[in-house]
């Protein structure tokens, strides 16, 4: 996959989650009579405006670097691009990483912040790592997950008292 179509398909997930943070923003209560600066769901529909913005922005110069690249090799520039995934394994980790970033704000309402944050990781990490260390592969990844999982609770929940869903299981 080149950069440019790289640059396509990031502008694109990060302009549809920009619009749907948008529309997620435009049901926060708004106060009345005070100024819509004031309400909570002015600044996230501001940052996703801005998001939607800058998506576009990385697109368009992906498409134009994609086109100057043809016309440079002698192609012509309405030429079909490279199909996007080099392989079936590269399609089934996207599918897995996107299926995990979707259930992943579910599962924590109930499971709370700790257990899902411990199985989100673990599932990323074990489906990314190709095979790293083979034989030790399961418990390498248990404690780097573990350890990440504690380090994220200690610094935000005990260091920064950040609240985090408590779940099932309350620590």
Same mark, same amino acid.
């Given at each position: 996959m080149t950069i ?6 990031? !502008?694109?997930?990060?302009?549809a !989650? =920009?619009?749907a ?10 106060r $009345? ?7 909570? !769901? ?10 939607v ?9 992906a498409?134009?670097? $994609?086109i100057?690249n043809r ?7 309405? $030429? =079909?691009?490279?199909?996007?995934? +080099?392989? +079936?394994n590269? %399609? *089934?980790l996207?599918?897995?990483t996107?299926?995990a ?10 499971t709370? %912040?700790?257990?899902?944050?411990f ?9 990314l ?7 030790r592969?399961?418990a ?5 997950t573990?350890?990440? *999982?504690l380090?994220?609770y200690?610094v %935000?929940?005990?260091?920064? +008292?950040v ?9």
């Amino acid at each position: 996959m080149t950069i440019q179509r790289r640059d396509m398909i990031s !502008g694109a997930v990060f302009g549809a !989650g =920009a619009v749907a943070l948008f529309v997620y923003a435009s049901g926060f209560p708004v106060r $009345e009579g005070h100024a819509a600066a004031v309400s909570p !769901g002015f600044y996230p529909r501001i940052l996703a405006a801005l998001l939607v913005v800058l998506s576009v922005i990385q697109i368009s110069g992906a498409v134009l670097a $994609e086109i100057r690249n043809r016309r440079a090799a002698g192609a012509n520039a309405g $030429e =079909a691009l490279p199909p996007v995934w +080099k392989d +079936k394994n590269a %399609f *089934t980790l996207f599918c897995i990483t996107l299926g995990a970033l979707i259930v992943y704000p579910f599962v924590m309402r109930l499971t709370g %912040f700790t257990i899902t944050g411990f199985l989100f990781l673990g599932t990323v990490i074990l489906a990314l790592s190709g095979g790293y260390r083979k034989g030790r592969q399961l418990a390498f990844i248990a404690g780097i997950t573990a350890g990440i *999982t504690l380090l994220t609770y200690l610094v %935000f929940r005990l260091f920064l +008292k950040v609240p985090f869903p408590a779940g099932i299981i309350r620590f």
